[in-house]
């Protein structure tokens, strides 16, 4: 990166006049919010209009307001185009900075261009032989504010949009170009930097694969395949941001989405999309979609790996079905009821009648009660033969009597998905009913519990998740009071949905994503080579039949590893091909300064302490994560704690500490400068999927790798 170009002071002069227009803008929105600030007076379309206007400009403000991150980080300047919008070689250029957002001075002229704008295309995909227009591209590195260097790529005859750079390490013009790669030495730069625990963006060195996922069409279901340091995580949230830019009306109405696999890795991420100026896209994890149910933490329950299997499968909605419909039950006798100075009578052949045309009437079952009340009321009506009685006289009479209110529970129970599932998982009767022809025997026994005393007890497991949200599309809300239907009870749809690691998802919880999509509009990203849930799929047509299909599917794979030294990479990589073999590896564009360091230990903890103070040492400002098998978490804690060492558990404090111990089960997604792996053997013992288990962890460093063990090193590490 060059220290001393001759335009270093012009571009700091620039960069200055930007944030001082920024903080213009900043000042006049304030201005206007304190005009306009909503108070009790006038009409209430007075009143609505004020509140939309004040929260317009409350978002504003929070977009306004970048905290450390750097305003511009590039600029390109290109050839003017003739009135055929084709690039006149030699005439003037168009200078054009890139930045986070869009900035305009008091005259409103253009000073930043907003990174997704398309004008600023050309900055992310330009190459030496489709130039996109451009005569040079210049990538800053800064600080802030602060210019610290200039990289410059040129275009044109015997350039070919190699970077002009006096500053690049030896050999990094020929990797930057080999792997199709822009700004070398901004992006080396950006990547060694120390980790601090929470995800940063990539929008001042996205890559040209990456850009052409960011900028790919809304439409239907997108699939990003990449192996570790790739990327996938971030270019993901990157397409939410620019969609909501492309597509501003109506997707800011419908809502974005993203689903992360755990509260650690939400923790991980939650900077990403409001450094680019999205802060109200929803963050969350799969049980954050069922309300009013309590979930076990992790380590309260454990489930065979046979009830997880059978859980997430697919014919589950079957049982479910199954499930309700048997709660949709005619009398088996006559019901008689005292009525007046006589007698009512609900015949069992009625009631028979009324389930059969209450199934076929109404989609969801709650929906059918109130109906199914009045039929009800009407029949026994019509068993009166003296004299006039409606059915709201037969009702206001007889719906009180416990009789009764016995037999409605029994034709047609109101019911929530917490009280279907807590009746059937705790009645081997109910299961059995419920799963004929749809499960085996020995599965539909895995999914039997004790019944709790009541539902309020029961502490749902994530493998419910799915299954209380099935249950939820097919009851339906319970109506309210005169039978009106909350509309926070109904299932809410987005617009577009990213989710992560969708590879560990089961059929049943992609079709829980499935559910909540508006127009079939996804963002999923994975790795088949990292899939280590209960049903993982062998190929992305096995995730992608329970996904929407409005629009044909598109499966797109990164190819370059960017976090990851190839050193690690050559190791983990041997992993890789025993756990999945066929699969193709990404390429990694960094060689890290010393290879990983494998290291048996007598006393495990002690072998741990020891190398975690070796990385501590050699990376006093980095951060590192101690990764074990979930059940010895606590002992490597303990250990650390008794050697004086300052440290986090990932499950109660994210990745706030630079010292981190984090169970395998989690530490998908996340990257640490340094990782220790303790016990290879256990986590693949320990896993189902354990190999695979043990390849995510292998890649989660981007500077230092080291590896504890006492037992035997699995194969592909020997």
Avoid at 692 to 718: C, F, K, M, W
Wanted: with cysteine; proline share 5%.
């Amino acid at each position: 990166m060059t220290q001393h170009h001759p335009d270093l002071a012009d571009e700091q002069a620039y960069i200055d006049l930007a944030y001082d227009c920024l903080e213009q803008s900043r000042t006049s929105a304030w201005r206007l919010r304190d005009l306009t600030e909503p108070d009790l007076g006038g009409t209430f379309q007075a009143r609505f209009e004020r509140n939309a206007f004040d929260e317009a400009l409350v978002k504003r403000l929070t977009d306004l307001d970048l905290g450390n991150a750097a305003l511009v980080f590039g600029r390109i300047d290109r050839h003017a185009v003739d009135d055929d919008g084709v690039a006149v070689q030699g005439g003037e250029l168009e200078g054009f900075h890139i930045g986070r957002l869009a900035v305009a001075d008091a005259d409103a002229e253009p000073i930043v261009i907003d990174w997704r704008a398309p004008v600023a295309e050309p900055f992310y995909r330009a190459t030496g032989r489709e130039p996109m227009g451009l005569a040079r591209r210049r990538h800053f590195a800064v600080e802030g504010r602060r210019l610290l260097g200039i990289e410059d790529e040129l275009f044109g005859e015997g350039h070919l949009g190699l970077g002009h750079d006096d500053g690049l390490a030896d050999g990094a013009s020929s990797r930057a170009g080999t792997a199709g790669l822009r700004g070398y030495s901004t992006l080396i730069a950006s990547l060694e930097r120390g980790r601090t625990g929470t995800l940063g963006d990539i929008v001042a060195t996205i890559q040209a694969e990456q850009d052409e996922i960011i900028r790919s069409p809304q439409p239907g279901v997108l699939v990003v395949q990449g192996g570790p340091g790739t990327g996938k995580t971030v270019v993901a949230l990157h397409r939410a941001a620019y969609l909501l830019y492309t597509h501003r009306f109506p997707l800011e109405d419908q809502g974005v989405l993203v689903i992360g696999p755990n509260r650690v890795f939400l923790k991980y991420i939650e900077q990403v999309l409001p450094s680019l100026g999205e802060a109200g896209i929803e963050q969350v994890v799969l049980s954050d979609l069922v309300p009013n149910v309590q979930f076990a933490t992790r380590g309260q329950t454990r489930e065979s790996e046979l009830t997880a299997r059978v859980k997430g499968d697919a014919r589950m909605s079957d049982l479910i079905d199954r499930a309700i419909s048997d709660r949709e039950r005619p009398l088996r006798d006559d019901l008689v009821v005292p009525f007046r100075s006589g007698y009512v009578r609900l015949r069992s052949d009625e009631t028979a009648r009324i389930t059969r045309q209450g199934r076929r009437r109404f989609r969801r079952h709650n929906s059918a009660r109130k109906w199914v009340e009045g039929e009800i009321w009407a029949s026994m009506a019509a068993t009166w033969g003296y004299g006039d009685a409606s059915a709201r006289d037969i009702r206001s009479q007889v719906r009180s009597l416990p009789e009764v209110r016995e037999a409605l529970e029994r034709i047609w129970p109101v019911l929530t998905p917490a009280e279907l599932l807590h009746d059937l998982f705790g009645s081997m009767g109910l299961l059995r009913l419920a799963a004929d022809g749809v499960l085996e025997e020995r599965e539909y026994k895995a999914l039997y519990r004790p019944r709790s005393e009541s539902v309020q007890e029961v502490r749902w497991t994530q493998a419910d998740v799915a299954l209380l949200d099935d249950a939820r599309e097919v009851l339906g809300p319970k109506p309210g009071k005169n039978g009106k239907i909350d509309e926070f009870d109904e299932i809410r749809t987005y617009g577009h949905i990213v989710i992560d690691e969708v590879q560990d998802l089961t059929p049943m919880q992609l079709k829980m994503t499935t559910r909540r999509s508006l127009s079939g509009s996804m963002t999923v990203v994975g790795d088949i080579a990292q899939a280590t849930g209960p049903l993982a799929p062998d190929d992305w047509g096995q995730v992608l039949e329970f996904l929407p299909d409005r629009k044909p599917a598109r499966v797109i794979g990164l190819s370059v590893g960017y976090r990851i030294p190839a050193q690690i990479m050559e190791l983990a990589n041997r992993v890789m091909a025993a756990a999945t073999p066929g699969l193709r590896v990404p390429s990694s564009v960094r060689v890290g300064e010393v290879g990983p360091r494998i290291v048996r230990a007598d006393s495990l903890t002690a072998g741990v302490v020891d190398e975690v103070r070796i990385l501590r040492a050699e990376m006093s400002a980095g951060s590192v994560a101690v990764v074990a098998p979930d059940d010895l978490c606590d002992e490597v804690s303990d250990a650390l704690t008794a050697a004086g060492l300052v440290h986090g558990r990932a499950s109660s404090t994210g990745l706030d500490q630079s010292l981190t111990v984090v169970p395998v089960s989690v530490i998908k997604g996340l990257e640490l400068d340094g990782v220790v792996v303790v016990e290879p053997s256990r986590i693949v013992a320990d896993q189902e999927h354990g190999m695979r288990s043990l390849y995510v962890a292998l890649t989660r460093s981007t500077q230092r790798l080291s590896i504890v063990h006492h037992d035997e090193l699995p194969g592909p590490l020997r």
